[in-house]
């Protein structure tokens, strides 16, 4: 006869079930955003974009781009976050049940933290390159020697230590929490900068791929996030990685070539 399940174990379930359609409502709400501004920016332009065509104070504006990264990096990033959130929350729990749905989002709130700076910068990166022209209106690198440069750059870095060992503790996060844990709200938020920055250390040269084939290119988002969440999920996410690596190289080579 089956054993029944116990009542510590039934919560477990269904605090996993709790935290993945939390996970997945934050998700949905992102790309709810990104989709119809994208398809918008590359059709009448009278929608969800059309505030990037219209002449606004450079604040604004400013503003407007940072909280269209901030949102695209969070749906971009979110699903490759949930496992460790996940075992996270378990080891909470073995420790102190109470506490474990308030340091969960506690850990969450550190690991977009980390990724809403990131979005600062590549907002900064982006109006200097606008003021540059070296982006066109629809936010892409102008000229094969600039997209080629980056192209090259995200792959040589793909193949570098660094990235190596960013990529091993993200695939890792029994290791990443038996190394980092600590009890306690303040060390969640602290535990989750600290996934944060390694994961920006993992992905950062992937996301400035988008100012090659477009910010708001949704093929290019969506096969960002798609190879993201396999690098870090899948059992061949490093030898993919690496091989993305010469991919990216040999794309780079070409674009320079041409």
Request: net charge positive; hydrophobic share 55%; proline share 5%.
């Amino acid at each position: 006869m089956p054993v029944p399940d116990t009542t510590v174990e039934v919560l477990l379930r269904r605090e996993r079930l709790w935290i993945l359609m939390g996970l997945a409502a934050a998700c949905l709400m992102c790309w709810a955003w990104i989709v119809p501004m994208a398809l918008d920016m590359y059709g009448p332009m009278h929608g969800a974009s059309s505030w990037l065509m219209t002449d606004m104070q450079p604040a604004r504006h400013g503003t407007l781009l940072f909280a269209m990264w901030t949102v695209m990096m969070a749906g971009m990033m979110l699903p490759s976050a949930a496992p460790t959130l996940l075992l996270y929350t378990m080891v909470v729990r073995s420790h102190d049940a109470t506490h474990a749905p308030l340091r969960a989002y506690s850990f969450l709130a550190g690991y977009l933290l980390v990724w809403t700076a990131f979005s600062l910068a590549v907002t900064l990166l982006q109006l200097l390159l606008g003021a540059r022209l070296y982006l066109s209106p629809m936010m892409q690198l102008r000229g094969q020697v600039l997209s080629g440069a980056l192209v090259l750059l995200a792959g040589a870095y793909q193949l570098t230590p660094v990235k190596g060992s960013c990529l091993t503790t993200c695939r890792t996060p029994a290791a990443f929490l038996a190394r980092y844990y600590r009890p306690g709200n303040r060390a969640a938020f602290s535990l989750g900068l600290r996934h944060g920055a390694w994961c920006v250390g993992c992905c950062w040269a992937l996301m400035l791929l988008l100012f090659v084939a477009g910010v708001m290119n949704l093929v290019a988002i969506a096969a960002i996030t798609v190879f993201v969440l396999l690098e870090k999920s899948m059992p061949f996410g490093a030898q993919g990685g690496r091989l993305s690596g010469l991919l990216l190289i040999a794309c780079g080579t070409l674009l320079l070539l041409r």
